[in-house]
């Protein structure tokens, strides 16, 4: 897989990068056949989604109009829900902090896996390299509901192991989940310890398939150290950068599992995100109609900023 | 490729992969009857279904019970349903999540935190059964503290018989204690002698050490000291009715004259004075360092740190005690008092019983089920060990605790006797959504200046009045 | 395939050599210390579940356990019935890994080399289904599963999961890379798509589907939030669900057997990710030689 040199996206032009076939007897069964053969190949992927999420996005719009209790039978309320879910200090503090949680959370994800890519890439010895892949992909395999059981306790205020580092060094201890900045770091924290592996492989993926003879060539240009990877690293890993920085996007604006198991929200609404807003309103306020509403609102802002990284994209991605 | 090698390979291949394919088939049709749940005993036949809050091991410990039950009732046949949840409102989610799906159960034990949820929108009173057996019962009631009972009557109505509950009493940890050179405080301690005591306490012991540790949760955060203080976060009022049941079981009780046909919180109280003061001692303790911050619900890290002695106090009910045991604590490392005395010294408590959801199918036999749960001979097949606290006086005895301590056992249920103004935690239909305003707003209010504990009350105020905003 | 370093050093004077050589030692003692940030935590969880839980805290924590002490362990195997979680995990997991491969090596293939009308705005609405938070569709779904009398079974979990955008995406990234003109010697031969997609592609792209596979596994082995909502009788539930359940009412639950529990149920995913990882580095590094 070489994700430096493809398109990464369906843009919809048949724009002949990549030849598909033209069969070489075009009979009239050859014909038909290539008319109905792709939708075979699609059938159980386009029909699944169709069932089990375009239907239900259907009936969660339809379902935000309505009041529904899950025990009693749903009654029309129009737009009242959107009304009063706009108007909710909880879901707008939700929501604030689900994109400063995204830009934070995000850069730091990319910068370290981006980071550790390249300098895992460069020249070590085979085994060191394997081992390192291998280690910093390892939090991935964990569940975020495990991982945060056991962070909890490393980051205790008064017996946590990471206050006990920080003393040695002289740092008192800082009030991590007691606070809500203190909550909110531990969160991010936790969050990126157990994400930035994947962006990582991404990385590892995209700066592996990069030929060593274009580093050759800016190297007799005069470009080493950080002018080679300024001038000639990123750019190449542009398209691989967008994959990730859409996916770490995508991905961190959906957090749930970290602050549920790890704060439930708190201090105050500290750490309360949009997709942990949608729950508690749904199971726990037992507002399903409501939760429906902030769903809409969500999905609608995820696709916006997709939407708007492609177009970013365009301006700084380089394919070859 | 050359020809015979490519054809070999080849064929290597595909009898791997169709060896591959085959398996996958086959395991899928083996497996067939684990996929559909098929082999999952009892369903969807017409057993009564009981759901507990538990683990597998918790319902094979009812197995008992339903084999016992099948001796006076070999006619009705029963299921008892584990689910497995980190409190009760995840519990509560998925009865609702069941309700949702149509296969309810046709019992639930519910807790205080949602016996007015399901007194209003699942439950089924047991009013009418009370009266028709109430010959049976009267042994029941004379055993059972009325506190507890009126903690699940709901306008006028009974919906759960108490089985199990626990009230915050103060737990220490008899090392920290002597060494700072005190002996076990009085009963009527106050909240000033509290204070003195972790003082006392914190000189005493090394540095990692915390006199007072609690969480941030309904049931033994911040609530003992707002009861302590004859206030609460929501306003309490009682609502009419019930006098069948209390002249009919408790005619003679001393405490007749207080019961009622329910508690109701109705209206937030986040702004009395009462509240502020007693959020105020707790933000002292915590800014002298007296007292945790406290972490959001949890208190996984409690038993061990507590039984590791690093920690003084801690708010816990009968609860606690088997937890304890299995730490390795004797009775000489820990005992249990009564909460500090403030302007009184009413105790705040949970209790647990069994509720017939209005789905049931057959009420009358679900009510056999609750009457016999509510048996002697039954509560002792559930609870051998003090992993909770009985709501039958009669079983909180020398021999529960024998092995395990505390050594004051007798604590647990006078708190009943001795203060007859317990009451529950505050937990109306919308438990959920106040239980979150609540908690919400608790660590800021004590973890910083007077000015940030008025900003936290204030927004709690506000938090409140949006849960409680849609009257059922 | 040598790299630049060793065709320069062996031009260079020794200085340049020595001074590759600190950089090297540099970088090395910089990803040491980022391991050890990573990995830490997760030694910290293994021994501590290694020691009795009046010792959980203590610092400095004695990160090498001296006296292991498996009683934790066995508290585990008593209070959950581990076999039945693996089964159920294994089960879901397995069958969801599968079915995404399948679906996803199709629609991939589709999306990448075959050409239909309306390709380009077909895998947008794929990726589109990304954007969607389960939380917002978790509800209409359990209806439907309800609806077709499927609630409270494993198969409610496997069935909505197996169709997979991300996984389409992917192969689709796969295949792409495999050239075109495959199809047409396969056309020539006389292959029909269906053959030539079954013969020539699809072997090709086995590293890519062993990485599908293998994140499929990753995820949804952890998965936490459909299971919960989605299955209510203990016997059906997952790994995650049933660790959650060690934390006790109230929190009572011993630490060490919570953290126990949480090495135990990183052994299964551990043992796929070793398996998984020589196909994992292949399949990104295809064709590179790195």
């Known amino acids: 897989m070489s994700t430096a040199t493809s398109t990464p996206t369906g843009t919809g032009s048949e724009s002949g990068r990549k030849p598909t076939h033209k069969y070489a007897q075009p009979s009239k069964r050859g014909r038909m056949q290539q008319r109905w053969l792709p939708w075979a190949f699609l059938a159980p992927t386009i029909v699944g989604m169709g069932i089990f999420t375009l239907l239900p996005i259907v009936a969660s719009i339809a379902l935000a109009f309505f009041r529904w209790d899950i025990i009693s039978a749903p009654t029309f309320v129009g737009f009242d829900n959107f009304a009063e879910v706009v108007q909710d200090p909880t879901v707008r503090v939700s929501f604030l902090n689900t994109i400063v949680f995204v830009i934070v959370a995000v850069a730091l994800q990319l910068g370290l896996a981006l980071g550790l890519a390249i300098m895992v890439q460069e020249k070590l010895p085979a085994w060191l390299r394997v081992f390192f892949r291998s280690a910093f992909f390892f939090p991935l395999i964990l569940s975020a509901a495990s991982v945060s059981i056991f962070m909890r306790y490393l980051f205790n205020e008064q017996f946590g192991v990471v206050n006990w580092l920080l003393s040695i060094v002289g740092i008192p201890a800082v009030p991590w989940l007691t606070t809500p900045t203190g909550s909110a770091a531990v969160v991010i924290l936790v969050y990126v310890w157990q994400n930035f592996g994947f962006s990582f492989l991404l990385f590892i993926g995209g700066l592996a398939s990069i030929p060593v003879e274009t580093y050759e060539a800016a190297s007799i240009d005069g470009a080493t150290g950080w002018r080679k990877h300024w001038f000639v690293t990123l750019p190449l890993l542009s398209p691989t950068t967008l994959v990730a920085s859409v996916m770490a996007i995508i991905n961190a604006l959906q957090v749930f599992d970290q602050p549920y198991v790890l704060t439930r929200g708190g201090p105050g609404d500290s750490t309360r995100t949009a997709v942990m807003v949608i729950f508690e309103s749904a199971f726990q306020r037992l507002e399903f109609g409501q939760a429906s509403a902030i769903g809409v609102i969500l999905t609608l802002i995820i696709m916006a900023i997709t939407a708007a990284q492609f177009r970013l994209s365009k301006r700084f991605v380089f394919y070859q | ?472 | ?290």
Do not use: C
């Open chain 3, 1 to 290: 395939m040598t790299t630049i370093q060793e065709r320069v050093t062996t031009t260079a004077p020794v200085v340049k050599r020595k001074k590759r050589d600190w950089s090297v030692a540099i970088r090395v003692v910089v990803l040491l210390i980022a391991s050890v940030f990573v990995l830490g935590p997760v030694l910290w969880t293994l021994s501590t579940s290694l020691r009795p839980p009046s010792e959980s805290f203590q610092l400095p924590p004695a990160f090498l356990p001296l006296n292991p002490d498996l009683t934790s362990y066995e508290q585990v195997f008593k209070q959950l019935n581990i076999v039945a979680l693996v089964v159920n995990s294994a089960l879901v997991t397995g069958l969801i890994a599968v079915g995404q491969m399948i679906t996803a090596a199709l629609a991939g293939y589709a999306f990448a080399h075959l050409k239909f009308r309306g390709r380009g705005a077909l895998f947008s609405i794929v990726l589109a289904t990304m954007m969607v938070p389960a939380q917002v569709t978790i509800v209409p779904v359990f209806m439907l599963i309800r609806g077709v009398g499927l609630s409270d079974t494993l198969l409610a979990l496997i069935i909505p999961a197996i169709p997979t955008a991300f996984g389409t995406f992917l192969m689709r990234q796969y295949f792409m890379g495999l050239p075109g003109e495959l199809a047409e010697a396969a056309a020539i031969d006389g292959a029909s798509p269906w053959r030539t997609f079954r013969s020539v592609y699809a072997p090709l792209a086995m590293p890519g589907l062993a990485i599908v596979g293998i994140l499929a596994f990753n995820f949804h082995w952890n998965e936490f939030f459909r299971p919960l909502i989605m299955t209510i009788s203990e016997q059906n539930f997952t790994l995650p669900l049933g660790l959650v359940s060690l934390q006790g009412n109230l929190g009572t639950g011993s630490i060490s057997v919570v953290l126990a529990g949480v090495v135990l149920s990183m052994i299964p995913a551990l043992v796929v990710f070793m398996f998984g990882q020589r196909a994992l580095q292949d399949g990104l590094t295809a064709g590179t030689g790195k």
């Open chain 2, 1 to 472: 490729m050359s020809g015979t090698n490519g054809a070999l390979r080849e064929f290597t291949r595909r009898s791997a992969l169709t060896a591959l394919g085959a398996g996958i088939v086959g395991v899928t049709a083996a497996s067939w009857p684990r996929l559909t749940g098929a082999d999952i005993p009892g369903r969807g036949d017409n057993s009564l279904s009981i759901a507990i809050m538990g683990t597998a091991a918790d319902a094979e410990a009812r197995q008992k019970v339903i084999d016992a039950f099948a001796k006076v009732h070999p006619e009705i046949k029963v299921k008892v349903q584990a689910i497995q949840a980190v409190d009760w409102k995840d519990f509560f989610t998925k009865i609702l999540t069941m309700v949702a799906a149509g296969t309810p159960p046709d019992v639930v034990y519910v807790a205080t935190e949602g016996a007015q949820l399901f007194a209003e929108k699942l439950a089924h009173p047991l009013d009418e059964y009370l009266r028709r057996d109430a010959d049976h019962m009267r042994e029941y009631f004379e055993d059972v503290h009325p506190s507890l009972v009126e903690a699940f009557m709901y306008k006028g109505s009974l919906f759960q018989l108490p089985i199990d509950w626990n009230a915050a009493n103060m737990y220490y940890n008899t090392t920290a204690l002597t060494k700072a050179g005190l002996e076990r405080p009085s009963d009527n301690w106050t909240h000033t002698d509290f204070r003195s005591t972790l003082a006392a306490m914190k000189k005493a012991n090394p540095k990692d050490f915390t006199p007072y540790y609690w969480t941030n949760r309904l049931f033994g955060g911040v609530v003992p000291w707002l009861y302590a203080n004859d206030t609460s976060f929501l306003k309490e009022t009682k609502s009419p009715g019930g006098e069948w049941l209390w002249d009919g079981f408790y005619a003679n009780d001393p405490s007749r004259s207080l019961r009622s046909g329910g508690y109701q919180w109705l209206e937030p109280n986040a702004d009395d004075p009462r509240v502020f003061e007693s959020f105020d001692y707790l933000r002292g303790l915590v800014k002298d360092g007296l007292g945790v911050r406290p972490e959001e619900g949890g208190g996984n890290s409690l038993i061990g740190l507590f039984a590791s002695n690093r920690i003084g106090t801690t708010p816990a009910g009968g609860y606690w005690v088997q937890g304890l045991h299995e730490a390795g604590m004797t009775e000489n490392d820990f005992d249990v008092q009564f909460f500090p005395k403030w302007r009184t010294q009413r105790h705040q408590f949970g209790t647990a019983g069994y509720a017939i959801m209005k789905t049931a199918k057959d009420k009358d036999a679900a009510w056999e089920w609750v009457k016999f749960s509510s048996s002697r001979e039954a509560m002792q097949i559930v609870f051998p060990t003090p992993n909770t606290t009985p709501a039958r006086r009669s079983m909180a005895n020398q021999q529960l605790y024998a092995g395990t301590g505390p050594r004051n056992w007798k604590v647990f249920y006078d708190t009943l006797d001795r203060f007859p103004t317990t009451g529950p935690i505050p937990a109306p239909p919308q438990q959920a959504s106040v239980e979150t305003a609540l908690m919400k707003n608790v660590s800021l209010a004590v973890s910083g200046d007077e000015r940030q504990l008025k900003d936290a009350l204030s927004s709690m105020q506000r938090d409140l009045e949006l849960a409680l905003r849609r009257q059922p």
